[in-house]
């Protein structure tokens, strides 16, 4: 399904570059990123940010130390879309 329409692409685009490895995506700006594009009206950001969540399972809920997303997450900013999906 086709879950951003500005840059066609889809739930499993979306969850290909999670389970890619490399750097870890937990929100639509870094997916964004990753899949080489940008956020045209960020009205997907909130589909994109819920199909990484559940890629993540419980490990997008809370990182524990030992967790090897730990090491590799950012700063969890609020994407600047969100507001734009509302």
Not at 37 to 56: H, M, P, Q, W, Y
Request: aromatic share 2%; proline share 3%.
């Amino acid at each position: 399904m086709i879950v951003c329409s500005c840059n066609v692409l889809s739930d499993q685009d979306v969850r290909d570059a999670v389970n890619a490895g490399g750097s870890l995506t937990r929100n639509a700006k870094q997916m964004y990123g990753c899949l080489g594009c940008s956020a045209e009206c960020g009205r997907c950001a909130r589909t994109i940010k819920a199909i990484i969540d559940e890629a993540l399972g419980p490990c997008a809920k809370a990182c524990c130390a030992g967790c090897p997303h730990a090491a590799n997450d950012e700063t969890t900013e609020p994407t600047e879309f969100a507001l734009a999906a509302c």
